[in-house]
């Protein structure tokens, strides 16, 4: 359910035109830009197709056209261009990448590897064809992003794992078996997935280890140049210039040789090519110098290379890095749902692991647990906070009958839960999926970087050809020849796609930061000048993201002291958020900690009540405090005129609770008490600053109608979405785009968030605004 200024145009309309069907297919053996568009050209020429995308960093395509496509018949038109296509499973399958370890144990026969070693596309490719060739094996799919091989058999028993490892370090890589779920004690707590981690840390920090070590060796070469500015005319003799070089060129270079070789076994030029290439004729043509002319310094061109090397690695281990950063916030969407489920199995209650949770099983969820499923409640009540799904920033009270989602943490009440999705169909995982689609669109600037890559090393190497060819035609000697050769390839190695423009985005994204912007990608600083539209999440970013008292009102003639420290004495001893806020609003208005010690009230036997609030025994007599149901059914008659205050509180989105007496022959109420999430103080400035530079706001938010309405009001935004589920709030946006052809901006501080986010042409996540 929407709610727009403007009724004329409802959200969500779609297109006629909109492709009927999108298929996903994982690519391997791309090494470059020019890789991934000639996957595109040769899926756009398949009958049926109206767009495809291909991203490089993912090593994703996504295909949308009518209902004829076949995803059988993409991967073939993928495989004709020279690469390795795998379908991804569909929604109904469930994401490939995000939701590895729900799928893991549901997949029959399947054996998963975690691989190590791998560097490029092309890496992953070879990991494959050596797993595809083990007898029993009918497809291998690797994963370079989440480095897991998924290992297909060709009957219902899984191929020999021994055998599968053997293949791929036979490969000249690393290979360990998956942990399978099976069940673990409840004490432990180190899984699977946080081992592969904290390997992956150890990784990063050795290869960061060997940029460093590289660099210094590199410096020795380099500093006699800066020492000239100076007037320092020192330079390091030949053959220590020699020993240093050739340390960086072969130990520290050696990953290019390897990358470079493997691109041109498969028919394919690289940015590794080029760094070998040119990296090798530097080189090669110091040690000639050297050799001729031992005591000649004036021509050596040992730091060159030594340079471009250890660059270009600074360069792969901030991409590797990048990548890894996205793959954690992933893993981070994923890591919600719980491990393990408790289950009722007839009378007996037993602890499993979530694989083994199935359609229709009965799981309990005590208080403080999170919900490991999909389901609806059976038995029990409580509220659910749902922040990171919903983004409702008050707990829901929950019942038989209602609907919990997995990742949502269970209150104080505890629940029967009949599960109705569990894995890659749970609400938590298709907000992963709708994250990893949105990320496989490009930037149209990307497109043009895609054309020049294409032909970019190509015409490198022709450039070199032609200059060698020149200077001899020419009558210069073949030394003078190659020498200009050599600084062609030299100089086109770390070109602006490969290495200029990432330093210059570290450079502007590292003074960000210091001023506590962090900036994801050069896609987003291109584009963000241009944003018309921000759509602004509502709970935590243009509101402080936690309930508090917005209105208290006594009945009859109790004063307002008198039942805000009632209030407060009920609620002294209880977490609940809404508690919390009745004991806030209380120490502001007295200046002291509310209990009998600081001259307070004190409730020594509050009790909660299940799906209706909390009660206690204050000075000789019982109150509660809790939902207008509790009030109805303690038959407590209110004045007309403070149930429409009520009404007007809960349209304007508040929660209404009441304090009462229990007394058994005449309860009656003695404050309403309003809870609601107050907007930021200095919300309304911003939305007032985007004004003025002509960019506009939208409000898109999970909460209610009114509360969504009471905001938008307030801050002055004139369209606003209410009652919108995360994958709803992907589409909305999609909708402002299309209507106002402009670009959009999307604000948003929770989980929830995360698909509208990644589906905004510039995401802004923000902490606390």
Known sequence: MTGLANPQRPAGASSSSSPTRIVELEIGGMTCASCASRVEKALTKLPGVARATVNLATERARVEGDATLESQQLADAVRKAGY??????????????????ATRATTSGTTELEIGGMTCAACALRVEKALAKVPGVARASVNLATETATVHPQSAASADASALIAAVRQAGYEATLSAPPAPVAPADTTSPTTASVERKRIQTRRELASVVASALLTVPLVAPMFGEWFGLHATLPPWPQFVLASIVQFVFGARFYRAAYRAVRAGAGNMDLLVALGTSAAYGMSVYELAMHPGDTMHLYFEASAVVITLVRFGKWLEARAKRQTTDAIRALNALRPERARIRDGAVEREVPLAQVRVGTVVIVRPGERVPVDGAVFEGRTHIDEALITGESLPVPKQAGDAVTAGSINGEGALVVTTTAIGAETTLARIIRLVESAQAEKAPIQRLVDRVSEVFVPAILAIAALTLIGWLLAGAGGETAILNAVAVLVIACPCALGLATPAAIMAGTGVAARHGVLIKDAQALEIAHRVSIVAFDKTGTLTLGQPSVTAFEPVGEMSRDEALALAAAVQRHSDHPLARAVVRAYEAQFGQIAGADKGGLSAPA?????????????????????????????????????TDRAHQLQTAGNTVSWLMTRAPRAPEALALIAFGDTVKPSARAAVARLAQMGVRSVLLTGDNRGSAASVAWALGIDEFHADVLPDDKARVIRDLKMRHAGIVAMAGDGINDAPALAAADIGIAMATG
């Open 84 to 101: 390795e296509a795998t379908p991804v499973a569909n929604a109904d399958m469930g994401a490939h990448t995000a939701t590895q370890t």
């Open 606 to 642: 509050a009790r909660a009540v299940a799906g209706r609030g909390v009660e206690a025994d204050v000075d000789g007599r019982t109150l509660a405090l809790g939902s207008t149901r509790w009030l109805r059914e303690l038959d407590i008659a209110l004045p007309s005129a403070l």
